[in-house]
């Protein structure tokens, strides 16, 4: 009987669900709705969910990150330095344990205070390892956090490693209030920021609007809408045609031939080609020839956008630890068939074929590189076959257990924590997910050393690592810091900075 | 014997008349005759073609990059424009036609080999055989093909061969469906009849009588569906689930250029011309080959498959 | 004519559950969900985890029983990507997909309706040549190189229409128009297929003897005969129809079924791509079988075995 009344009662739910579905379908389905002070934004793809916990996420961030949800503190692009968000101060209570001082008379949306127990939550949620939860898999993987609530507007956050940079570490976490489940990802939930989340609707728009308790300056924009759209062109169109007043993604071409409206930033991320550790590529002679093979200021300007700059590391000379004594790879052929002929005389297997993965959609042209990489590294003399994968796809590639065929990744990497430790610990260090079944003892030790300094000794360190790593060992080729585009329509202001990547400020865009 | 002889010459004679037949009403089609000779072309292209135009199609330039069409400046190759590694598009569209007709013609050859062996053997044999067979090619035909098509690649993961299997197989249940149709109104005719008084073994009234009646229908089928394979495949690599870079198909070509369409609409543009005068040229000869042929064979493709039910 | 439809929902029955299995083999085949949902830098007790709590890794039979079980139930699971239950955002998208392709339908069929009949009058004529020739280009040009084209020309360079998306009517003109284009040549060409034999039959000649107007003849005796014939294309344009929505929703950013799945697809979202494509499925035997309806009452002379 109960079976029946369960299935009955979802039959019901179900109905309902159908006409509620219909009912929407019809109000909205042939009317636009156009407002005065709205802003439309057109993102490349849907965000899956806006659970705080994937706020680290690209797609998620762009909608949640700094408006709907704010963390504890920030970090400020121009000087490196932290500075307050919801905390407003903090101060190191002994070797493991930091305190945080937190803002007072800050409300969450659905109207509950901002406190010492809301902080601790939010912070234990995206700890609890019973919901997926990207900051704590990108982040935290390594360690636990124990938070304790000191008084109402002030805790303590300890951990069980030594780790001098935890309040930076902690930058990725967002606060949210305690209606927000502990043990269930969710669609949406609420946070302090400047725009609180109103609708979604599924496969069309996401709909924001301001938040009118807000704590700090109220922003110019009543409402924003973000819908998203594949194409670059279309997106480009939406901002021209006045559909859209901010289209992020932009290719290049799509930007110059709409200078009017398109703007760069330095968009974080850093492009580079590695490999599994397998014959050819075992050998140094191959690894350098690889570096020498690719014609970096040829794509320039051609498939990739004339701001692109060459790399000298895996992460920006923002980041600490860059080592801005490292060379530039020269383009050099003939250099290269020498190095592969070389190899070949030694018996090592250079004929034998390469498979170069590239990801679909990695980024704009990324097609038009891969397939332009190709013939440059076929040229030099290795046999290389290029294979485009899905993003999962790849990533499963990239992670053990390593098969016996040689394999080389076009990669890219974006370190927003503004510390080396983000990038050589998970990419260099033999215990990294990312290795590719490279290991070298030393570079595990300059990484673990480094990872217990502070200061100039912790950037020392790093800059011994990444010479190790790119210098003696030739692990990868790097290629570029990649710039972005944005377009951006006559209603607003906006300046895109090096975060409009992974995150969008609404509160920095302003009606005109 | 003598039944099958005289059967058997009586389909070449017919065969013969037919021919003379078709070449009378090709001179009266203006457009069927054009048709052919511009797939024959077309054919002729993607067979000897690519033997002299590879080389010049992956040679990058980037100095040329996206070089608009209808100038001389390069060179006439480049006079549809280049694509943004600054390959000549007519090389590469030269290049592409092989693929992409090999694949098309491979996935209606695989499904129409595969579906008329399962639909004369359902035909034949009926009972259980008939059923299985049957509802296999209900399912298929009830769910959308693309989709169909989606799935299964994103198992076998997208590689030519894939893509041919899966056309084919999504393809298949119409050559079951008139093949059935076929065997099940010749397994009842007199000289199967007397074939198999006379002892003849099942295997060879299936391969000497059957067969040869019911492959001139499956053949017309075929060319009526070259170009909705052709088309098939074009939209599942436009989608990113067919052919991969570096390989080449005209589709591919077309989702290439997406990201051009405001600053080199060539890029596109080319390759979206040749699917589309292909499969035009393709559906008017095989229009025509339908008129020109049993007029109860257009009966039988243009009603719904359910209706072997209704006689 | 009870025997036959009862047969016929036996078939769809059928049919329906070796789709179910097939769908789920291919689907568990397919790789690691937890690879997808999970950051490229998750451990493997990550990924461990999130198998367990998913049901990922018990046997593969009891994952299918629990499945099924499940569907009985009309529970789809919960999407693991949008955190919503994977019915919800089928239904959710499903309105739109079936308004664009009913739109599409009706516009097709009318059209069909008048330029078959008036083909089929004078087979042979200009104006069936005519016909014949626009159906088969219609039916020739790649409706993705169509879409994007139309968008640059209608939306970039003219701007007279939005570029993608939904809102007002303005936004329905590009999807119909491509949507149609798939279907409306095929349609055309059988009903004046029909329309030909129909006209030739002894009762229209009866008719005309009779003295009846020409316009009448063609329009209300020939074509309510070949009614069959359209009703029966419009079953098998069903699927051409959702083929076509993969295409169009995914170009212009339709939130529909076909944009649905394929997001599903690269996001292996299992819970929604199951729940889509069986919802999809379960539609079109659901609508065969209503045609089959319908074929019964338009033409009581068929003979069910």
Not at chain 1, 58 to 72: Q, Y
Not at chain 2, 98 to 115: D, H, W, Y
Not at chain 3, 11 to 20: N, Q
Not at chain 3, 244 to 266: C, H, Q, S, Y
């Amino acid at each position: 009987m109960d079976a029946i009344k369960t299935w009955l009662r979802r039959f019901v739910n179900g109905a309902a669900l159908v006409v509620v579905s219909f009912a929407v379908f019809g109000v909205s389905a042939f009317q636009s709705s156009a407002q005065e002070s709205q802003v439309t934004i057109a993102l490349v793809v849907e965000p899956e969910n806006l659970d705080p916990c994937d706020a680290p996420s690209d797609r998620v961030g762009k909608v949640l990150l700094g408006n709907i949800v704010e963390r504890l503190l920030d970090r400020d692009l121009s000087t490196g330095q932290l500075k307050p968000e919801l905390a407003t101060s903090w101060e190191l209570v002994d070797d493991r344990t930091w305190r945080f001082h937190l803002r007072e008379g800050v409300e969450f949306h659905d109207g509950t205070p901002f406190n010492a127990e809301a902080a601790k939550y939010s912070i234990d949620r995206s700890m609890n390892e019973n919901i997926a939860c990207q900051i704590r898999e990108k982040f935290f993987s390594d360690r636990s956090l124990e938070v304790t609530v000191v008084d109402d507007m002030t805790i303590d956050v300890a951990t069980d490693i030594d780790d001098p940079i935890l309040p930076l570490l902690l930058s990725a976490h967002v606060m949210h209030p305690l209606s927000v489940p502990l043990d269930e990802n969710v669609r949406a939930g609420g946070g302090t920021g400047p725009y609180r989340f109103v609708d979604w609707r599924a496969g069309r728009e996401i709909v924001l609007e301001r938040n009118p308790d807000y704590w700090g300056d109220a922003p110019d924009a009543d409402r924003v809408v973000f819908v998203w759209r594949p194409e670059s062109t279309v997106r480009t169109a939406m901002v021209v045609n006045g559909e859209a007043d901010l289209a992020t993604d932009i290719s290049f071409q799509d930007a110059q031939s709409h200078q009017e409206i398109s703007a760069s930033f330095p968009n974080a991320e850093t492009t580079r080609i590695v490999y599994y550790a397998r014959p050819p590529m075992t050998d140094p002679r191959v690894r350098a020839a690889i570096n020498y093979a690719i014609d970096r200021e040829g794509l320039r300007g051609t498939i990739l956008a004339p701001g692109v700059e060459f790399a000298k590391a895996l992460v920006r000379p923002s980041v600490n630890g860059h080592n801005p004594n490292l060379a530039i790879w020269p383009y050099k052929p003939d250099v290269a068939r020498a190095l592969i002929a070389d190899a070949a005389a030694d018996g090592v297997a250079v004929d034998r074929e390469i498979e170069f993965i590239g990801r679909q959609g990695h980024f704009p042209n990324v097609d038009e590189f891969m397939e332009a990489v190709t013939a440059m590294l076929n040229d030099a003399g290795l046999n290389v076959r290029l294979r485009m994968v899905e993003g999962p796809q790849r990533s499963q590639m990239m992670r053990p257990p390593y098969p016996e065929e040689p394999r080389l990744f076009v990669d890219q990497h974006d370190n927003t924590l503004g510390d080396a430790v983000a990038t050589l610990f998970h990419k260099g260090h033999s215990k990294g997910r990312s290795s590719l079944g490279n290991d070298d003892p030393y570079l595990d030790f300059l990484i673990d050393y480094a990872t217990q300094q502070t200061g100039t000794e912790r950037t020392w360190a790093w800059q011994r690592a990444f010479e190790r790593l790119n210098l003696a060992l030739v692990r990868e080729a790097l290629l570029y810091h990649m710039v972005g585009f944005v377009a951006i329509g006559p209603r607003i202001d906006f300046v895109p900075t090096e975060r409009t990547r992974s995150e969008i400020r609404l509160a920095d865009i302003k009606l005109k | 014997m003598a039944d099958k002889r005289s059967h058997l010459s009586a389909r070449v004679r017919g065969l013969r008349v037919s021919i003379n037949h078709f070449r009378v009403l090709l001179a009266g089609d203006a457009f069927a005759f054009v048709s052919l000779a511009l797939l024959v072309i077309i054919i002729g292209i993607a067979v000897i073609g690519p033997a002299y135009m590879s080389d010049f199609a992956t040679a990058l330039d980037l100095s040329l990059r996206n070089a608009p069409p209808f100038t001389d400046e390069n060179g006439w190759l480049f006079w549809l424009g280049a694509d943004a590694l600054g390959r000549p598009l007519i090389a590469r569209l030269i290049v592409a036609a092989q693929p992409t007709l090999l694949i098309a013609t491979s996935a209606v050859i695989a499904a129409m080999l595969a579906g008329g062996i399962l639909g004369l053997a359902a035909g034949y044999f009926g009972g259980l055989a008939d059923n299985v067979i049957m509802r296999m090619a209900d399912v298929l035909m009830s769910f959308p093909s693309l989709l169909l098509a989606i799935f299964a690649l994103y198992v076998l993961g997208p590689s030519i061969p894939a893509v041919v299997i899966v056309l084919g197989i999504t393809r298949m249940p119409i050559y079951i469906r008139v093949a059935r149709a076929e065997s099940l109104s010749i397994r009842e005719q007199l000289f199967i009849e007397s074939a198999r008084a006379a002892g003849a073994r099942r295997r060879r009234i299936i391969g000497v009588h059957i067969t040869p009646l019911i492959l001139p229908t499956l053949l017309t089928v075929a060319t009526l569906d070259f170009a909705n394979v052709m088309l098939a495949e074009s939209a599942l690599s436009f989608l990113g689930l067919g052919i991969q870079p570096p390989e080449l198909s005209w589709g591919l070509m077309v989702a290439a250029g997406r990201d051009y369409l405001t600053s080199a609409w060539w890029v596109s543009l080319w390759p979206g011309f040749a699917i589309l005068l292909t499969a035009l040229s393709a559906n008017l000869v095989s229009n025509w080959l339908r008129i020109a042929m049993d007029p109860r064979l257009r009966w039988r493709l243009e009603r719904r498959w359910g209706d072997s039910d209704v006689e | 004519m009870a025997e036959f439809l009862g047969r016929r929902a036996l078939h769809s029955a059928i049919a329906m559950l070796s789709l179910i299995l097939f769908v789920f083999v291919i689907v568990r085949l397919s790789g690691n969900p937890a690879l997808l949902y999970l950051p490229e830098s998750a451990s493997d007790e990550l990924i461990r985890e999130f198998n367990e709590r998913y049901g990922l890794n018990e046997p593969i039979l009891v994952q299918f029983g629990r499945y099924l079980w499940d569907i009985a139930h009309l529970d789809f699971g919960m999407s693991i990507r949008r955190h919503i239950p994977a019915i919800e955002a089928v239904v959710l998208a499903y309105p739109w997909t079936l308004f664009l392709s009913g739109i599409t339908l009706v516009l097709s069929m009318l059209i069909a309706m008048t330029f078959g009949p008036l083909a089929a009058y004078r087979p042979g004529s200009v104006f069936d040549r005519s016909v014949t020739v626009l159906a088969l280009f219609a039916a020739s040009t790649p409706g993705f190189w169509l879409a994007i084209t139309a968008i640059l020309v209608f939306a970039i360079e003219l701007g007279w229409l939005p570029t993608s998306g939904v809102g007002g009517p303005r936004y329905w003109v590009m999807p119909v128009a491509i949507m149609m284009l798939e279907i409306t040549g095929t349609t055309t060409q059988v009903v004046r297929g029909s329309m030909v034999t129909s006209l030739a039959s002894p009762y229209v000649k009866a008719a005309r003897a009779k003295g009846m107007p020409e316009r009448r003849v063609v329009f209300v005796h020939a074509l309510r005969n070949s009614l069959i014939a359209a009703v029966t294309v419009a079953g098998d344009q069903t699927r051409g129809l959702i083929n076509g929505a993969v295409v169009v929703e995914t170009i212009f950013g339709w939130p529909g079924i076909g944009k649905l799945m394929i997001d599903a697809i690269v996001q292996r979202d299992f819970a929604v791509l199951q729940a889509a494509v069986l919802t999809t499925a379960f539609a079109i035997f659901l609508l065969n079988l209503i045609i089959d309806i319908i074929y019964a009452v338009l033409d009581p002379r068929i003979r069910f075995r």
